[in-house]
């Protein structure tokens, strides 16, 4: 799942929601239903070649890709378990009463993964096509997000130390 989760930038309900009979691996797409979905909309979406590799090995008799019989809340403390035994710990800037889920990753960060590392390498109607945006504006905002990074880590102090001869740094 996660890797669909990566490769596709699908929303979790998304993904819970595929059925095996909406897949065609051998033209590697997916749909993904108006009633499991945020556009409300039945779309025919095209899957990266790993995607389709990782989800063939997927052997089951359940109608769903990705079988969950619980609640989306016991999937979520699932998820921080596994990476907490992980030695997960990711920092949380907010101002607020902290959880457990502020020091790991959730579902949502595959699908701003796929938008800010994609960013420069789409046309910005594709990058909207892809993670199935209605509005533009907010696909702006993921490429704004990936440019300021690109800066940033661009700008980043390298100590002579780690400096690679030959290379600019």
């Known amino acids: 799942m996660i890797v669909t989760a990566y ?8 993904l819970l929601a595929l059925k ?19 556009g409300k909309r039945d ?7 790993v995607v389709v590799d990782h ?19 016991t999937l979520y403390g699932q998820f921080a378990e596994i990476q907490e035994a992980a030695k997960i710990k990711l920092p949380c800037q907010a101002r607020h009463e902290h959880t457990r889920f502020c020091h790991v990753y959730g579902f949502h960060d595959f699908r701003r993964a ?25 696909t702006q905002r993921y490429i704004a997000i990936a440019r300021q990074m690109d800066a940033a880590v661009a700008g980043l102090h390298v100590p002579e130390v780690l400096k690679v001869k030959g290379l600019a740094n």
Do not use: C
């Open 20 to 38: 095996r009979a909406d897949l065609d691996l051998e033209a590697g797409n997916a749909i993904t239903r108006a009633d499991d979905n945020k």
């Open 55 to 73: 989800l063939r090995k997927l052997a089951s008799f359940d109608p769903h890709v990705f079988p969950w019989n619980h609640n989306k809340t």
């Open 114 to 138: 796929l938008a800010t590392m994609n960013a420069d390498k789409l046309t910005p109607d594709a990058l909207q096509a892809l993670m199935r945006h209605k509005s533009y504006s907010t």
């Open 7 to 14: 490769m596709t930038g699908w929303r979790i309900s998304e």
């Open 43 to 49: 779309e025919l979406v095209k899957l990266h070649v």
